[in-house]
């Protein structure tokens, strides 16, 4: 992008293509030099969780640290229902579409519904309820919602609670999956916190992967229902590390100040910039967001050139002439990168 053939160009296809933020590096660094115990159950791993809590206003909730999103979905899910249960979820919900079917290889079905701007809606889990009504079906159980959605957007505060409003009243679980949980609380027209997020829902993960940290998920358990025996599942379907530590050091690092916050803010700010470059080159977008996903639409002309010069991700067609592109910025991305990229895009479109 810099004219050298030779320079790496920034990469604008995901939020994982960095390692992990210093801070972090830094506190595995002092982690490892120490004897740690495993499992999961070492110093580090114990306060992390007591500082996630702290920020809860649930002292009752349970945090398990976990390696990976699909892994973290399959394991609460699965753990949460019984044989016959499924789960409700928007069409373009990741665990409808983009892991590999692993909540179905649990033997729970994912019902599927339209989506409005990436959300779940009350009128789609309505709409599904009414379709699955008696012991020849599944039964409806766990309402799954993303945050931020796949197309970048974020729930309100409003928007939440009237989903578990009807999760109450039809008996259902609330589980929110927050592998970009760091950019939806710092996104532009959030009005949700960690505490609203927990008092909203059964249960949800605080993304680490996408956020800043080498690996990892914290999955918070409100519910004390849903929380017998999950390290026994965890173990069981081998997702507990016998190096815990790692997982409970970056978290540690995350949430003893307020990093997990910037650093989704920082995401959040280089794609607003990003975004509104690309609004002011008079570029379509598929949808406004607020968080670190762009969705710019371009002709399939300006998508090769593009793909010649950075990477990003292929989205969805959109015309004969267009399709669209996701553009992602990290907790990592530079201001020059996503300035430099918006001269390659003003060049290709001018
Ligand atoms: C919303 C959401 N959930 C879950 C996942 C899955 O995470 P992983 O790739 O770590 O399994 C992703 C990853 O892209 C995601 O965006």
Redesign the pocket.
């Known amino acids: 992008m810099d004219g050298n053939a030779m320079t790496p160009k920034a990469s604008f296809r995901?939020d994982y293509s960095e390692g992990a933020h210093p801070r972090l590096l830094q506190a595995l660094a002092q982690a490892s030099a120490e004897q740690n115990a495993g499992y999961g159950l070492d110093a580090h791993s114990t306060r992390a969780a007591q500082l996630i809590v702290a920020r809860l206003g649930q002292p009752q909730a349970q945090v398990h640290f976990l390696v990976?999103?699909?892994?973290t979905?399959l394991l609460a899910i699965s753990a949460f229902l019984r044989p016959h249960e499924a789960v409700i979820a928007v069409a373009s919900g990741?665990?409808a579409t983009?892991?590999t079917g692993a909540i179905e290889a649990t033997g729970h079905k994912v019902l599927i519904t339209p989506h409005v701007d990436g959300k779940l809606t009350p009128d789609g889990v309505r709409a599904l309820l009414a379709e699955n009504t008696s012991e020849h079906m599944v039964k409806p159980r766990l309402v799954y919602v993303?945050n931020t959605t796949?197309l970048g957007t974020i729930y309100t505060k409003a928007e939440l609670q009237a989903l578990r409003a009807l999760c109450d009243e039809c008996g259902l679980l609330f589980y929110l999956?927050g592998?970009?949980l760091g950019s939806a609380l710092t996104a532009e027209g959030n009005d949700l916190s960690l505490a609203d997020i927990a008092a909203l829902t059964h249960a949800f993960y605080i993304?680490g992967?996408?956020n800043g940290a080498l690996v990892g998920?914290a999955l918070v358990v409100v519910e004390p229902a849903l929380q017998a025996d999950l390290r026994y599942l965890i173990k069981q379907r081998g997702a507990m590390l016998a190096k815990g530590m790692v997982l409970g050091a970056q978290f540690e690092a995350l949430f003893e100040d307020a990093l997990f916050f910037e650093l989704g803010a920082h995401a959040n700010a280089m794609a607003q910039r990003l975004q509104a470059g690309l609004k002011a080159a008079g570029i379509a977008l598929l949808i406004h967001s607020p968080s670190n996903q762009v969705f710019p639409i371009l002709t399939h002309a300006q998508i090769e050139a593009l793909a010649g010069v950075t990477s990003f991700e292929r989205w969805s067609p959109h015309s004969d002439t267009h399709a669209v592109i996701r553009l992602v910025c990290s907790w990592a991305t530079r201001e020059d990168a996503v300035d430099a990229l918006l001269a390659a895009i003003g060049h290709l479109v001018r």
């Open positions: 995901n990976g999103g699909t892994q979905n990741h665990v983009h892991e993303s796949e999956d592998a970009r993304g992967t996408k998920e």
